[in-house]
């Protein structure tokens, strides 16, 4: 038995007990930039010495972060996080690029391993070319912004039959199989989202501006060409996301639209409206895999356990540790996500669980973002684990779909299961339209940086439009329909980190065929991705998880014909 307590590595270069102050910083920062490097090893050292300062002020950042999301409301906690994004990171900032360019020019680097080190050198290289000294103060100022829409969603509640819900413990009732109850939870949530449209639109349009000097500053024409570099989108360009939008439109939304067609005929309706599109099609009351936060860990564990034992160790050294927090709550962060701890090489997940379907689907996703946090824990460097979102969404989405095989500890209903997967199958279908209509939506915004609040509103219905607008009939909700973008964190606070999801929705599916065809070796194969965290280039990390690193119209269509023959299987 595997011992369950999490024990960080020992320190070897800096002092185990290190404060994060700037006084403390500064002369271990000062000792990098003057150290004398006179061959290779050396150079490997300084790089493994650099890697531990990193590691562990990512995690100092971390738990500032995580705690904040936790509570919203607390002052004091909110202040934390804002000393190290004010204080800390803008001084680290140019000490940064000293070192960037310190690596870049010892004339040992040609020594090092070419191939252990490309993907390194590549974002290095990238990082120097970006960096310019009066983006300090914007980047810096970003990131306290942004993260007020934590605040301003976390505050947002509603009142139903006069008990105060979440909007997430809210929104359990656009299941509800009387659709007076769904019509009257989506009109207040919706109405509570429109309170603060002009609040989020202010935040937006001082974003937009930041984000848009910060390109500028750079050499940039705007903030998405600044933005692809500084992602490291080094295997596709914004013509192939046109491409892919055009993919999704021509092939997933057809389906999409015939799934709506069934769903109005199935629920007896002229017309389906927004508040239709969550109920169960079979007139059966919403599926309920578990009854509290404490029962959706346990039976995660057990699910991932099923699937192999180091998967499910890792959820449980988690729960063994108090890595988790996934209960719905007033003044919590919205939203769901897993954190890396950098140096104690595991994560903590945070979510907002009122019981659904629809949060057993959000433990898994973050659950093979978990694993893949562990299982890429002991690499050399804390670079080598920095991982594109092409590659971090392939592992959760990838298990989202793989863990199905063992979702009867949550169901034990043979008919319940069918339900499960048949929903889930479509989710997979129905992510794809609404991330072409994101990712497109962030393209129209950043190149157009002198739009209103009132042009966004209408670029975003005219994107919408073509994918279907969620197959539901808006007629006299045009402010709800024209405000939907809002309700997206990651257009606040992680700009164009949006199109990873349908890439690697794309790619899951393909390593759910290969699990389908063959459970063991699938499943060796993604995990032996998982295992080069980012020292490979993405089109080789896919490679290793035995599948292609394409998003073309016919892949898409391969894939989406795939998933309708599973879908039909299920009956």
Known sequence: MENLTITKKQRTYIPQDLPVKWEKLEPILNELVARPINSVQELEKWLKDKSELEAALEEDFAWRYIRMTCDTTNEELVQKFQYFATEIEPKIAPVSNELNKKFMESPFVDELDQDKYFVYIRAVKKALELFREENIPLLTQIQVEQQKYQAISGSMSVTLNGKEYTLEQASVFLKDTDRSVRQQAWEAITARRLQDK???DELFDGLLKLRHQVALNAGFENFRDYMFQSLGRFDYTPHDCYKFHEAIEREIVPILQKQAEKRKEALGLDVLKPWDMDVDISGKPALKPFQNGQELIEKSIACFQGLDPYIGQRLEIMKANGLFDVESRMGKAPGGYNYPLAETGAPFIFMNSANTFRDLTTMVHEGG???HTFISADLELNDFKHLPSEVAEL????MELISMDKWDVFFDNEEDLKRAKRDQLRDVLKTLPWVAVVDQFQHWIYTNPEHTADDRTTAWKEIF????????D????EDALGNLW?????????PFYYIEYGIAQLGAIAVWKNYKENPEEGLRKYLE???????????????TAG?????????????????????????
């Open 369 to 371: 973002h978990a694993v």
């Open 465 to 472: 439009e073509p994918f279907g607008e969620n197959f539901a």
């Open 529 to 543: 991705a998982l295992k080069l965290g980012y020292t490979k280039t993405i089109k080789e990390i896919y490679e």
């Open 474 to 477: 808006w007629t006299g909700l």
């Open 395 to 398: 592992a959760s989405m990838s």
């Open 198 to 200: 002009e609040k989020l």
């Open 547 to 571: 599948i292609e690193f394409n998003f073309s119209a016919d892949y898409v269509h391969e894939l989406a014909k795939f998933v309708k023959g599973e879908l039909k299987k299920m009956g």
């Open 486 to 494: 809002q309700k997206q964190l990651h257009i606040f606070e992680v």
